[in-house]
């Protein structure tokens, strides 16, 4: 990131600079040289809209310069410079190929040659640049299953808690001069204006510009007249790009939401996910060595499970796992706040009579999970549930209402048979 914060920098010192053809030098150079700002924007604004590539040259030198796209070796446009006098030079370069077309937004490699590049073994010096020629943020927020065009909902006239819709800013750009998130009512009247140009970054180290603001549909106190209200994000990168996101619709509803909560019980036959998306357990495998354990139904309950894990011949990295992934999904939890919490019991007992075999329920929450070892037991309260949002604008999955998500698995030579689950789940729903 220093790096490219230091090639930016260069580049508005060479930007600022008049456009020369030779600067005059006391001493030769001592080698070849090429440099270059490190984005620019030929989108016709007058910001940035040339690439102005300064080149330096330790003696009488005939000049060639090719342009490929960055981790290519496909070349764009090559250029004839011809003979040319030491000392340091610039051209400019306005984003397009050979014959005169509009290049894509991505990074490119700009090569010197002291000699025709085509057959040449290689350049005398190099520098990148990334063309960047537009300005595109996103906004969302969840729609608890509810589907990718649901206008999203927020009930500020509820008491049982302080009701918020998250409103999710990002720009995946990285360098943004400003970005800022505004809400209308359907008059088009700005009621929330909100700067959310934060710099994140992730656990890998890269970085992305943006926030999320959770927005109660509340102004002085007093909640806001129910109806149609829009949101948007508008802002600018560091090269003169402006851009706005889609607009967003709210619904800022007159009802009330009110806790609920209910209990259901399943077979694990007819609970249990072969989505391989979902998981990687018995069902799907795990690429050259699954695990070998089986998940088969049970031989002492109906509509039950057995989960027969067993060690595993060589090759090694084979699993002595049996597991397989459970869900419950709760149509009811749809389109306002999805779940808020889900616990799982189970009721089972070893494969064979008299042996000692376990097994290993696990309900899984973003913040933290709650396991039982046994062949009966309960799991606790898991809050914030990983499926708890329900599938609707991240996951390309085709599942879509919340759900209750939990695994079952025996380890090494246990085997256990599970006679049924009970989910017991709480969550918003609208005051009837």
Same mark, same amino acid.
């Given at each position: 990131?220093?790096?490219?914060?230091?090639?930016?920098?260069?580049?508005?010192?060479?930007?600022?600079?008049?456009?020369?053809?030779?600067?005059?030098?006391?001493?030769?150079?001592?080698?070849?040289?090429?440099?270059?700002?490190?984005?620019?924007?030929?989108?016709?604004?007058?910001?940035?809209?040339?690439?102005?590539?300064?080149?330096?040259?330790?003696?009488?030198?005939?000049?060639?310069?090719?342009?490929?796209?960055?981790?290519?070796?496909?070349?764009?446009?090559?250029?004839?410079?011809?003979?040319?006098?030491?000392?340091?030079?610039?051209?400019?370069?306005?984003?397009?190929?050979?014959?005169?077309?509009?290049?894509?937004?991505?990074?490119?490699?700009?090569?010197?040659?002291?000699?025709?590049?085509?057959?040449?073994?290689?350049?005398?010096?190099?520098?990148?640049?990334?063309?960047?020629?537009?300005?595109?943020?996103?906004?969302?927020?969840?729609?608890?299953?509810?589907?990718?065009?649901?206008?999203?909902?927020?009930?500020?006239?509820?008491?049982?808690?302080?009701?918020?819709?998250?409103?999710?800013?990002?720009?995946?750009?990285?360098?943004?001069?400003?970005?800022?998130?505004?809400?209308?009512?359907?008059?088009?009247?700005?009621?929330?204006?909100?700067?959310?140009?934060?710099?994140?970054?992730?656990?890998?180290?890269?970085?992305?510009?943006?926030?999320?603001?959770?927005?109660?549909?509340?102004?002085?106190?007093?909640?806001?007249?129910?109806?149609?209200?829009?949101?948007?994000?508008?802002?600018?990168?560091?090269?003169?790009?402006?851009?706005?996101?889609?607009?967003?619709?709210?619904?800022?509803?007159?009802?009330?939401?009110?806790?609920?909560?209910?209990?259901?019980?399943?077979?694990?036959?007819?609970?249990?996910?072969?989505?391989?998306?979902?998981?990687?357990?018995?069902?799907?495998? *795990? !690429?050259?060595?699954?695990?070998? &354990?089986?998940?088969?139904?049970? $031989? %002492?309950?109906?509509? @039950? +499970?057995?989960?027969? #894990?067993?060690?595993?011949?060589?090759?090694?990295?084979?699993?002595?796992?049996?597991?397989?992934?459970?869900?419950?999904?709760?149509?009811?939890?749809?389109?306002?706040?999805?779940?808020?919490?889900?616990?799982?019991?189970? *009721? !089972?007992?070893?494969?064979?009579? &008299?042996?000692?075999?376990?097994? $290993? %329920?696990?309900?899984? @929450? +973003?913040?933290?999970? #709650?396991?039982?070892?046994?062949?009966?037991?309960?799991?606790?309260?898991?809050?914030?549930?990983?499926?708890?949002?329900?599938?609707?604008?991240?996951?390309?999955?085709?599942?879509?209402?919340?759900?209750?998500?939990?695994?079952?698995?025996?380890?090494?030579?246990?085997?256990?048979?599970?006679?049924?689950?009970?989910?017991?789940?709480?969550?918003?729903?609208?005051?009837?």
């Amino acid at each position: 990131m220093f790096s490219r914060l230091v090639r930016i920098v260069i580049g508005l010192v060479l930007l600022a600079t008049p456009a020369l053809t030779v600067v005059p030098s006391s001493a030769a150079p001592a080698d070849y040289a090429l440099s270059a700002p490190a984005t620019f924007s030929p989108n016709g604004d007058g910001t940035k809209d040339g690439l102005r590539v300064r080149y330096t040259l330790p003696r009488r030198t005939h000049v060639y310069l090719a342009i490929s796209g960055d981790g290519t070796q496909r070349v764009h446009r090559t250029v004839d410079l011809g003979v040319q006098p030491r000392g340091t030079h610039v051209w400019t370069w306005d984003g397009r190929n050979q014959s005169g077309r509009e290049l894509p937004d991505k990074g490119y490699v700009i090569r010197m040659y002291d000699a025709d590049p085509a057959g040449h073994p290689g350049p005398v010096a190099s520098a990148e640049a990334r063309l960047d020629s537009s300005f595109k943020p996103e906004l969302t927020t969840p729609t608890f299953g509810a589907g990718r065009r649901a206008v999203a909902r927020v009930f500020p006239r509820t008491r049982v808690v302080a009701d918020v819709i998250d409103l999710r800013a990002v720009a995946h750009e990285g360098e943004v001069a400003f970005l800022e998130l505004v809400i209308r009512n359907d008059r088009g009247r700005v009621v929330r204006r909100a700067d959310v140009d934060e710099r994140i970054i992730t656990a890998g180290g890269t970085f992305y510009v943006g926030r999320t603001v959770s927005w109660a549909a509340v102004r002085g106190g007093k909640p806001l007249p129910k109806g149609r209200y829009t949101a948007v994000v508008t802002g600018a990168d560091l090269v003169g790009n402006r851009g706005r996101s889609d607009k967003l619709k709210i619904w800022v509803s007159a009802d009330r939401l009110v806790w609920r909560e209910a209990t259901t019980t399943v077979a694990p036959d007819g609970s249990r996910s072969h989505s391989c998306e979902w998981s990687a357990a018995n069902d799907c495998g *795990v !690429g050259e060595y699954p695990d070998c &354990g089986d998940v088969v139904p049970s $031989t %002492l309950y109906a509509g @039950g +499970l057995s989960y027969r #894990s067993k060690v595993c011949a060589p090759p090694e990295g084979y699993g002595s796992t049996a597991a397989s992934l459970h869900l419950l999904e709760i149509p009811e939890a749809t389109g306002v706040r999805g779940l808020a919490a889900v616990r799982v019991a189970f *009721v !089972g007992a070893p494969t064979t009579a &008299g042996e000692s075999d376990t097994g $290993t %329920l696990r309900v899984a @929450g +973003l913040d933290g999970s #709650s396991t039982v070892v046994g062949t009966a037991g309960q799991s606790g309260w898991v809050e914030d549930p990983a499926w708890g949002e329900g599938l609707d604008r991240s996951y390309p999955l085709p599942q879509r209402d919340p759900a209750a998500v939990w695994s079952f698995a025996t380890t090494g030579t246990d085997s256990v048979d599970v006679a049924t689950f009970t989910v017991d789940v709480r969550y918003l729903a609208i005051e009837d």
